[in-house]
């Protein structure tokens, strides 16, 4: 049974850092692509960084972007979400999503990934 697992999440103040963790069990974690997804109250799912499907290389979020570090470590299958300088708009559940990458679908999108963990809360107060 493949499962991610995402921790990490808490509630934090504008300007503190977080670290979130996604366990992945159950495939094959160097074959895999990943990349993290949040969701806000009444908002589409949205690409906060990933890593392309054509040559692994990190790719961040327009809002993210300087502030969020990705990073995967394949001798424990993790992969991690390094949140800096965190904002009020950063508040949303976090989810961690995996896929091979065959789909031929561009991987900022959700629809390109066919596992995904129960997610975790961030709250980012002002």
């Known amino acids: 049974e493949v499962q991610l697992v995402e921790s990490g999440g808490n509630l934090v103040k504008t300007g503190e850092s977080l670290r979130l963790l996604c366990a992945v069990s159950g495939l094959s974690f160097d074959d895999y692509f990943f990349g993290w997804f949040r969701q806000a109250p009444g908002k589409e799912r949205e690409s906060v960084s990933c890593f392309t499907f054509s040559d692994d290389r990190p790719v961040y979020g327009d809002s993210v972007r300087g502030r969020f570090t990705i990073s995967r470590d394949n001798a424990k299958n993790t992969v991690y979400l390094q949140m800096n300088s965190l904002k009020p708009e950063d508040n949303s559940v976090y989810y961690c999503?995996?896929?091979?990458?065959?789909?031929?679908?561009?991987?900022?999108?959700?629809?390109?990934?066919?596992?995904w963990g129960q997610g975790t809360q961030v709250t980012v107060t002002s």
């Open positions: 999503a995996a896929d091979l990458g065959r789909t031929g679908r561009v991987e900022i999108a959700a629809s390109a990934y066919e596992y």
